[in-house]
């Protein structure tokens, strides 16, 4: 059985905070292991990256066969249907509308004293895109990395992806191709990002790395921030339903369903004002978990890390959502918008009864790589930001540099810092 | 002597990636000792972080004085003279007013199936700002943290600044009082860093965590990393300017030795089309040094990290400029606007013989956190963005559903997801 609250209860307070702290990912700690990976990637190259991906991945790779061939890609690709090309086509077409419209726009003005401002975006010049393989395998992350990078106008991507056994799921390269990536490595784990960051002879090094991975892809994202850029580190997944009297306990139970059926630790929480629905939904996940072909994965994740809250009124809900700050989050009421502004913290809203969170991690056009583990707190989900960056201009003229030189020079005063002083009093006309 | 380069030598470009190589912080490995920093932060609250705030900082403080009490702050604004207070104000407003400018609009849509698509942006609940003491202490560091967070809508900031030896710049706590900040702890180093992040009795734990520090910082910030959000790790400030024969040498030479004064691994580098301008820009710098009162740690800076390169054109410098990803660019020309769409990585743009980089540490309005080593690859400088976050918002009509449903259970099929399909396809009408 699911955790059940309700906000009612006295010891309300303490059984949610639990919640909220409850550790859903064991906290190996791997850090040396990935320090020394780094390392070994660092000092032997290739070499280095083939052998560890034959000893973690069981691949047989040697440095000359760490990237896919453009024959390998093309023959896998063919290998995938036509309709899933065709819905991976749909999917990467909504997805490139959407962030299309993401573009940040330059802004460079000339203040009253005639100071020239401005902020001018560029986009990163390569990216490392991470693409776990193996159990977790999702062409649509292909999709969700790959096309806000190119809307920005990163020119080179570098996919890499690791091939446990030698085996990848076509739909990966198949997705690749429609993305137009054409650089992939068969490597994964910290050897990987390790090759990524820092450059080896056969792997140009990158800007960037995004994209979600395991314990030892998180620990190598964090030692490798700052030698280049990383956009998150991904942690279980979650969802938060938001639901009345109104919603349908079958899609609510189905909605709570497809987010436990990720397993490693993913979260699926109820919060309702309808005490009815809370049981009746219980009962749908019952039933419907019978007929899932993941029921073992789904069941014991709902049982294990699953809630089901009751609470007094739709406001109070938005005050638990806000301090859940789930990756995701359904409002399954009539009018989802009125709930809208009262919650903060969100990696994104699905709106109504008919927005379950899967056609957003598909075709929906918004991006599936969001905050997870309450870090809707203070993050974004990725988007086409997340590959560009912002230069700050700044333009005096010589008068407006004279307006501005006697603060200037009393904060440097201030700072001890006489050299920055001096090099705007040199400028004027004595 | 500073290195000197020429672009048309053979050896060039082995030597300039030397000189891009080169480390100018000692990278002692700090990050066991934070480790277990944060742990006993966690551990024991208050009572470790004045433990450790007394070790390091020579301070003698309680867990009941870790705070700057409202006289306290009061007493020592006061004690800072009009001129500089009224210098700040200055400081403060023109930052305020282009910060307003960068505050992000939300945008909702319709597309043609009747999709709902958006963004949403909303502001972190609560800051915490790292404010350095001793050596390098910055009033206008204050602001140009606090200012951003204020105008992206943050309720709560929270400022630590370490007091060593029992002692802090007044001006400190004036820019914190016309910011608006009353939250400030007189801590500093890894234990401010984890009381921020996980919380004390007395000190409540943030959203975000911003602002530079020594490597002790650093390392704790990246450790709390995913528990709150950072803003960058901070290196060595850098300046590269690019001048040709339009430049006055001893403004250039000024605006190096401003930045060679920070110390600490700073950098300034001079890429120049005009052999005539290096030399007498090198003739000056020392010309001026001698006048400098720190000029032992700018000659140092100068002669351990500095650089003169010459180059056959403007364009080639840019090139350099992009390999460089400076923190910040001046561009000592006529016609710096002509150069600007060519440099693509840089913190900040200078523009023009008016325009000293100092002035953008203070009174020009943009913001002087600014992405160091080479960052400007793929980070910015700190901004509102950095204080909010995007939500995104999604909601399908049953018919725009119904459009999207077989792309969706296609692509969850493939992902052998099929609790995800379901959810979709339950909601159709059959």
Chains 1, 2 share one sequence.
Not at 1 to 9: E, F, N, T, V
Not at 56 to 83: N, W, Y
Not at 222 to 236: E, L, T, Y
Not at 282 to 302: F, N, Y
Request: aromatic share 4%.
């Amino acid at each position: 059985m699911p955790l059940r609250l309700d906000s009612a209860q006295s010891d309300f307070e303490p059984r949610f905070s639990d919640l909220l702290g409850a550790k859903r990912e064991s906290s190996k700690d791997v850090n040396d292991t990935v320090a020394s990976i780094i390392s070994d990637v660092r000092a032997r190259g290739d070499a280095a990256v083939a052998e560890l991906t034959n000893r973690f991945d069981r691949a047989d790779v040697t440095p000359s066969t760490l990237a896919f061939s453009a024959d390998e890609i093309a023959e896998a690709a063919a290998q995938v249907p036509d309709h899933v090309r065709a819905a991976l086509q749909t999917a990467h077409d909504r997805i490139k509308a959407h962030h299309q419209k993401q573009k940040p726009e330059d802004h460079i003005y000339t203040d009253t004293l005639g100071v020239t401002l401005g902020s001018r975006w560029t986009a990163v010049d390569a990216v490392g895109i991470y693409v776990p393989g193996g159990l977790a395998s999702y062409p649509s992350s292909v999709l969700m990395n790959a096309v806000p990078a190119h809307v920005a106008g990163v020119s080179r991507i570098a996919m890499v992806v690791p091939t446990p056994n030698g085996e990848i799921n076509p739909a990966i390269l198949a997705a690749a191709q429609i993305a137009g990536i054409t650089e992939i490595y068969r490597i994964g784990g910290a050897q990987a990002v390790a090759a990524l960051a820092y450059g080896t002879k056969g792997i140009a090094r990158v800007d960037k790395i995004t994209g979600p991975g395991n314990a030892y892809v998180a620990a190598a994202k964090r030692q490798v921030f700052g030698q280049v850029g990383i956009d998150m580190i991904a942690g279980p997944s979650e969802v938060l339903v938001i639901a009345d009297s109104s919603a349908n306990p079958a899609w609510v139970a189905a909605d709570l369903i497809a987010q436990a059926e990720h397993g490693a630790g993913a979260q699926s929480i109820l919060v309702t004002t309808d005490t009815t629905l809370a049981d009746s939904v219980a009962a749908e996940v019952d039933r419907q978990l019978a007929l899932l072909p993941k029921q073992t994965i789904a069941r014991e994740g709902w049982e294990e890390f699953g809630a089901i809250i009751t609470v007094s009124s739709l406001e109070e809900a938005a005050e638990l959502a806000n301090r859940i700050a789930s990756e995701h989050v359904e409002i399954a009421t009539d009018d989802p918008q009125a709930l809208v502004p009262k919650i903060r913290h969100a990696g994104a809203l699905f709106l109504g009864h008919h927005t379950p969170e899967a056609i957003g991690d598909y075709v929906g056009g918004s991006n599936h790589v969001l905050p997870t583990a309450r870090s809707a707190r203070f993050a974004s989900g990725l988007g086409v930001l997340d590959f560009m960056k912002r230069t700050s201009l700044l333009g005096c003229t010589p008068s407006s540099l004279a307006a501005l030189a006697e603060p200037a020079v009393t904060i440097a005063g201030v700072e001890d810092l006489d050299g920055h002083g001096r090099s705007i009093s040199i400028r004027l006309n004595r």
